[in-house]
């Protein structure tokens, strides 16, 4: 009879004290909470071009020139067809990154008051706009132009230069 | 005898019953009580606004147009547990070009019902080419915004706050303002990234 009424009450005494502690214990690890999260991320763009035709006025016949353009016309063809100097045009990937960023002009047999002109287009291949600040000219030394506008003549001494780069 | 014995039962049942009756018909009244409690709720969610300037537009699809973007901002909300309230935040910005700036608030509302502070937070960052070297912190300031709209400034640095204030009371804001800007050596064709988790609670237990 004693150990039946302890029981009665031990039962529900550890029962409580079993809540009890819980409770405390949920208390301190169950506080309410919630998170944030963020994912950022950032892209840099490319500023990048290339050369992607290049052409020239001397496809077979010479043309010629006055000193310093002078006279109308400012070119001519050579009047008795002579084909004797000629331009070859290479377009160039330097850094193998896919785009031509190099337009080689080789100009072969030419001699005093031959004219050619040299076209070429460019293609921003980039993800950004891109401006035209400064057209440079260097032989393999040194630059020899820098043009910021107006139309780039530059009069090329080409004794002992057979390449211009 | 038989007379007495008879009366001694009936005696004895009338007692018993009495008692009987006496347990089961006695008076009383009972006294009732409802008790209900009513949980508040945690909640923050994020806003984001911010802006790219104007110089970002050009016509790039030549329809005489100046309004196409060069870089793009790209801002998702995410509602993990549908509760309303954007738990997660995915910041995109694209193509991104020297002398860009890009200011706006980045802030944490507190969308339940009582103060939350902030329990801790973490970040990693993943910047293999210097993303992040590029990028001039013009301006950032931190503040509090009450539900009208009123700013108040928090005038410590925010690791001092977090540390000795931490609460932001239900409908209020922790708004960060940032200006920023993309310096002349930001790398090209660079990605970074940034992971980052806030974890808040309820602010008694901070």
Redesign the interface.
């Known amino acids: 009879m004693t150990l039946l009424k302890k029981s009665k009450t031990a039962v529900p005494a550890i029962a409580t004290i079993t809540l009890i502690v819980l409770a405390i214990v949920g208390f301190t690890y169950a ?17 990048d071009w290339e050369f992607i035709v290049a052409s020239c006025l001397d496809v077979g016949v010479d043309y010629h020139c006055n000193d310093g353009f002078v006279g109308i016309p400012p070119y001519w063809p050579d009047p008795e067809g002579k084909n004797i100097g000629w331009q070859e045009l290479t377009l160039q990937d330097s850094d193998s990154d896919g785009d031509n960023d190099t337009l080689l002009i080789n100009l072969h047999n030419v001699y005093p008051s031959y004219f050619t002109e040299i076209r070429f287009y460019v293609h921003n291949c980039g ?3 891109l401006k035209v600040d400064k057209v440079i000219f260097r032989n393999s030394t040194h630059v020899v132009g820098e043009f910021r506008k107006g139309v780039p003549y530059l009069r090329l001494d080409l004794n002992g230069m057979a390449n211009l780069t | 005898m038989e007379t007495k014995k008879l009366m001694a039962t009936f005696a004895i049942l009338m007692i018993a019953l009495g008692i009987a009756g006496f347990a089961y018909a006695h008076w009383s009244e009972y006294l009732y009580l409802n008790g209900t409690v009513n949980t508040g709720s945690v909640c923050v969610e994020w806003s984001f606004d911010a802006d790219l300037p104007d110089s970002n537009l050009k016509d790039l699809d030549g329809d005489g147009e100046v309004d196409d973007p060069v870089a793009t901002l790209n801002v998702t909300f995410v509602d993990d547990d549908d509760d309303g309230c954007a738990e997660g935040l995915i910041i995109e910005l694209d193509n991104v070009y020297p002398c860009l700036w890009v200011n706006g608030t980045i802030d944490v509302t507190n969308c339940g019902t009582i103060p939350v502070g902030i329990a801790d937070y973490d970040y990693n960052i993943s910047d293999p080419n210097g993303v992040a070297d590029g990028i001039w912190l013009y301006d950032v300031n931190f503040y509090l915004q009450d539900p009208t709209g009123g700013r108040h400034d928090i005038t410590m640095p925010i690791e001092q706050w977090i540390a000795q204030v931490n609460q932001i009371d239900p409908g209020w804001s922790l708004v960060c303002e940032f200006f920023i800007h993309f310096e002349e050596d930001t790398p090209e064709g660079a990605t970074a990234t940034i992971e980052a988790e806030i974890e808040f609670w309820n602010w008694n237990e901070l």
């Open positions: 506080h309410w909470s919630e998170t944030l999260w963020l994912n950022g991320t950032v892209n840099t763009g490319e500023l993800t950004i706009p």
